[in-house]
């Protein structure tokens, strides 16, 4: 499975599952509906880019 650099979070995205990716750093298995990635951040840093992405900020979020 190809792994990916960024990702953002959206209606498909089912689960962010923190995980040891198949070089040995740590990473994130996005599950979609009907696909998986690999991602090499965190899934915090997911959400927080995503938020990010959608116009608020991870923290408004958190509130």
Known sequence: ???????????????????ELPDGSRGTLVIEESAQRYIKALPKTIV??????????YSGRKK
């Open 1 to 19: 499975m190809k792994t990916e650099k960024n990702y953002i979070i959206r209606p498909e995205t089912m689960a962010l599952v923190p995980c």
């Open 48 to 57: 927080a880019q995503s938020c990010g992405y959608y116009g608020s900020t």
